[in-house]
């Protein structure tokens, strides 16, 4: 569970209760999104305490670097504070636990305890799930499977 946590961590895909979870397991996990460089560039720069940290999550921020992952993962690392998302985005990852993780968290949108990932409406989140298990899913036979009027 700690390493699954961890690689989620960076990119964000981690709950708040994830996090916790997480830094229980592994009070160090913040190491997964690099070293934190702004005490010892305050220090080597002469800047006051916490000067860096403000500079980093500031650019992080603006739009100029909204594609740079260092930069955002070095503004994670120096806030002490890991990054949180409401509800993880499965949508465009790969692997053998991200169908599980999709699968999971459309049905607790479909049964009302979750919201759909952020711009996207529960019943469409829910719908790419079930393509996602049935890749077929217009077809007869898979609308059949889900309880849906078969149609043409």
């Known amino acids: 569970m700690r390493s699954l946590l961890a690689d989620l961590l ?6 708040q209760p994830m996090v916790d979870l997480l830094l229980r397991l592994d009070p160090q996990a913040l190491h997964v999104l690099g070293p934190d460089v702004a005490p010892g ?7 006051e305490a ?4 403000r500079v980093l999550a500031d650019l992080a921020v603006q739009r100029a670097f909204s594609g740079n992952r260092q930069v955002r993962q070095a503004a994670w690392r120096a806030s002490g504070r890991a990054p949180t998302v409401e509800v993880p985005d499965f949508r465009g ?10 699968v999971v968290s459309a049905n607790l949108a479909h049964a009302g305890v979750l919201a759909a990932p952020e ?5 469409e989140y829910v719908t790419g799930s079930q393509r996602l298990l049935a890749p077929d899913y217009d077809s007869r036979a898979a609308r059949r499977l889900t309880g849906e009027p078969a149609g043409r």
């Open 10 to 15: 960076p990119d964000p895909m981690l709950t």
């Open 41 to 47: 560039t305050d220090e080597r720069l002469g800047l």
């Open 50 to 53: 916490g000067t860096t940290a």
């Open 93 to 102: 990852w790969s692997g053998p636990t991200v169908p599980t993780m999709r």
């Open 119 to 123: 711009g996207q409406p529960d019943a």
